[in-house]
């Protein structure tokens, strides 16, 4: 079983983006494996199990921002981000933090 954790952080203000709206999709065949959302400190952890897993496909992690900034109050470009990544082993850890603003964002891949 793999797992799939994030940390949302709001590079406007400097803190813990809550609430954001989340889901991993299989690019191949579109399916949604997790829908779920940040937690109250901005953070994810899902796992995923070693079925709903190919190391040789790509799958990809969609943050839906537009709410959450329209909930700050501010008309953001950047209303959803794509993380594409492949899950080459189905018991690893694969973490992805990203620091987001109304118009742009960092992310990062790491274990």
Same mark, same amino acid.
């Given at each position: 079983?793999?797992?799939?954790?994030?940390?949302?952080?709001? &590079?406007?203000? %400097?803190?813990?983006?809550?609430?954001?709206?989340?889901?991993?999709?299989?690019?191949?065949? %579109?399916?949604?494996?997790?829908?779920?959302?940040?937690? /109250? &400190? %901005?953070?994810?952890?899902? #796992?995923?199990?070693?079925?709903?897993?190919?190391?040789?496909?790509?799958?990809?992690?969609?943050?839906?921002?537009?709410?959450?900034?329209? /909930? #700050?109050?501010?008309?953001?470009?950047?209303?959803?981000?794509?993380?594409?990544?492949?899950?080459?082993?189905?018991?690893?850890?694969?973490?992805?933090?990203?620091?987001?603003?109304?118009?742009?964002?960092?992310?990062?891949?790491?274990?």
């Amino acid at each position: 079983m793999a797992q799939i954790t994030s940390h949302t952080l709001n &590079g406007f203000d %400097g803190t813990h983006a809550a609430g954001i709206a989340v889901q991993l999709r299989n690019t191949v065949n %579109g399916s949604i494996i997790f829908s779920s959302k940040m937690d /109250e &400190g %901005g953070r994810l952890s899902q #796992h995923v199990p070693a079925d709903h897993i190919d190391p040789d496909i790509t799958y990809e992690l969609v943050f839906d921002t537009g709410p959450y900034w329209a /909930e #700050h109050g501010i008309n953001a470009k950047a209303a959803e981000i794509g993380l594409r990544f492949k899950m080459t082993d189905p018991d690893g850890a694969y973490h992805m933090p990203v620091i987001i603003n109304p118009n742009a964002y960092s992310t990062w891949i790491s274990s």
